[in-house]
């Protein structure tokens, strides 16, 4: 079983940034089809934000294209979520998601962003 564990949630005000980060704790894990966060917000679906697919293509959201940045560290499997020019609308719980033969979600943390 592989366990992910996010870490960088919290309240921000508009305008501001925040980095949400997510490690993979686990030595079982040969090959990453994909690393990503997702977002759900009150009465909303779960909704890609940002991935990586095959190590190096990234695909984002309309919704927050130019202002969050995905990236990896490649030396080990933890993935980053730079979040810039927040956005009342960007507050969620965003979950980190892996994809290898199987696809694991971390617990989520919780981004609020305030007017």
């Known amino acids: 079983q592989v366990q992910l564990v996010e870490s960088g949630g919290g309240l921000v005000q508009a305008g501001g940034s925040l980095r949400l980060s997510c490690a993979a704790a686990?030595?079982?894990?040969?090959?990453?089809?994909?690393m990503g966060w997702y977002r759900q917000a009150p009465g909303k679906q779960r909704e890609l934000v940002a991935e990586?697919?095959?190590?190096?293509?990234?695909n984002y959201a309309d919704s927050v294209k130019g202002r969050f940045t995905i990236s990896r560290d490649n030396a080990k499997i933890t993935w980053h979520l730079q979040m810039n020019s927040l956005k009342p609308e960007d507050t969620a719980v965003y979950y980190c998601?892996?994809?290898?033969?199987?696809?694991?979600w971390g617990k989520g943390t919780l981004v609020t962003v305030s007017s």
């Open positions: 686990s030595e079982r894990i040969f090959r990453v089809n994909a």
């Open positions: 998601r892996l994809a290898t033969f199987e696809v694991y």
């Open positions: 990586i697919i095959s190590g190096s293509n990234t």
